[in-house]
């Protein structure tokens, strides 16, 4: 690992022995922490086992004092927490909006962050209703927010922006007709509408879509073959300017008329660095993304799977573990050829089909080739199935920061 990252994990972390992971609690570098996403495991000596106890509220608390602890650990506090996104198992949805009470004890009031809900497949842990993870921050927050009144009674706002970076919340395109709130059916049409919202909250920043380094889709099941129909809107929206990308097909939305939540990462100012692998060209190249973009201090890695972007082939079959490989070698291979290396990397998130979680556990000594001893952060989910080809089981995301 880079130098200049600080691993973050805590001395005192009573729930579980962090040595036996694969990642660390939170990374830091250039004063933005990603922390390691959290379930309310904790090892129960009286089972000699790792669980996760209680409801949906019970477990989310255990999350906070988790997280709360890290922070601690970083020398940071929930007020520079600048996004959370929570992956909720979907027999947990009927409690889910009761956990906003809690969200507002530890976090506060004015205190302006971006949030993203969705519901997963299942979390890794079997009696997991819920997991969260964050990003922080060092410096002065802005909230944005384009006078959208519904956000004064939530806890958190449409984008948020500190020094250079922007984050905003996850949004599902609608529109209004004759005083109604109307989500479209086409999918493409409600994918515009969001991005006419984002576009909006950029603007408040001062920020344009050239300056976006990722967009995250979270796409419901629903629409899924209507999905391609979706990159022309990308073109009208990006130019040629397109940022990293990963779609992710989850189990569904919270808002159930949705067919797409979008998510985005901006940067004001500083040198814009398109990372393409020249060899991958001939089946990446009509893509609505960039295998990799830096600007200013962020470099953010669009989605990796078991394909060969050389060949266009998925490779390893249906093991997990070869796919993995290949995916960890996709992302050293345009972090190389960016002119960086996996040290720089703090954060992934492995996406897991449901038939990979049986053999789930073997990749950690994947990550342990590619990062040696010295782990980024890190969650893991399972979503609804690859996006892509039925034999695929993972899809990794990685994060640097320069």
Known sequence: MSKNIIEVDPAKFPWLDLNRYTFCMGAE??????????????????????VCKGDLLDQTRVIYEKLAVVLKAAG??????????DYIDATALPLYRETGAIR?????????????GI????????????????????????????????????????????????????????????????????????????????GKVLAGAGVGPEDVVKTLDYISPQCLLQYPNTADVRRGFFGDRFPASTNIPVNRLLRPEGHV?????????????????PEWEQHYGGL??????????????????????????????????????QAYSNIARIMGEGGYSMDDIVNTIEWVAPNGMMDYRKVGEVR?????DRFPSATGVSMHQ?????????????????
């Open 386 to 402: 690859i996006l892509g080809r039925p034999e695929q089981l993972i899809e990794v995301t990685a994060v640097a920061v320069i």
């Open 76 to 85: 940071m506090s929930f007020q520079n927490v600048v996004q959370t996104v």
């Open 261 to 277: 939540e979008i998510e985005v990462v901006a940067v004001k100012g500083g040198d814009r660095q398109e990372i393409r692998v």
């Open 29 to 50: 570098n250039s004063g933005i922490l990603y922390l390691s996403g959290q379930t309310a495991s904790e090892y129960d000596p009286k089972l000699d086992r790792v």
């Open 104 to 116: 507002k004890e530890y976090l506060g009031d004015n205190n302006p962050l971006g949030a993203t």
């Open 368 to 372: 342990r080739k590619y990062f040696g």
């Open 288 to 325: 609505t993304q960039n295998a990799g973009v830096k600007k200013g201090r962020m470099l953010q890695i669009s989605g990796q799977s078991s394909v060969d972007p050389a060949t266009g082939a998925t490779v390893g079959g249906y093991d997990i573990v070869a796919q993995a490989e």
């Open 119 to 198: 519901c997963v497949e299942r979390l890794l842990r079997p009696d997991a209703f819920i997991e969260v993870s964050m990003v922080a921050m060092r410096g002065e927050k802005k909230p944005i927010n384009p006078g959208w009144d519904r956000y004064g009674q939530l806890t958190y706002v449409p984008g948020v922006e500190v020094e250079d970076m922007v984050w905003t919340s996850g949004f599902v395109g609608s529109e209004d007709i004759n005083g109604q709130t109307n989500y479209p059916q086409d999918t493409a049409r409600q994918v515009e509408l969001t991005y006419g919202i984002i």
